[in-house]
């Protein structure tokens, strides 16, 4: 599985940003697609996950604020970010796990500053 990631961006506080990943290769139906990123200097964290079958799971310091989604069909997932703080500056991975495998995007990098 390939994932290929866009999106990022600089942004100003407050602002808005929609990260897009397209998932390609041998897709199994039942997969879970998301989100995780890593700040500078910090570990990766998850951000926000989504199955196959639309149940979502988000950490909760982006609860509220962000929204996954994900078009089957397109075998591609969105993160669409709002309300975005200077914390939220990270490079953020596209994520993939079908069976035991799990596979990672390239990263894009969100920047938030004003």
């Known amino acids: 599985v390939q994932l290929q990631a866009s999106g990022g961006g600089l942004v100003q506080p407050g602002g808005s940003l929609r990260l897009s990943c397209a998932a390609s290769?041998?897709?199994?139906?039942?997969?879970?697609m998301g989100w995780y990123r890593q700040a500078p200097g910090k570990q990766r964290e998850l951000v926000a996950l989504?199955?196959?079958?639309?149940?979502?799971n988000y950490a909760e310091s982006v609860m509220g604020r962000f929204t996954i989604s994900r078009d089957n069909a397109k075998n591609t997932v969105y993160l669409q970010m709002n309300s975005l703080k200077p914390e939220d500056t990270a490079v953020y991975y596209c994520?993939?796990?079908?069976?035991?495998?799990?596979?990672w995007g390239q990263g894009t990098l969100v920047t938030v500053s004003s």
């Open positions: 994520y993939h796990r079908q069976i035991t495998y799990d596979f």
């Open positions: 290769g041998t897709i199994f139906s039942i997969n879970v």
């Open positions: 989504i199955t196959s079958a639309g149940s979502t």
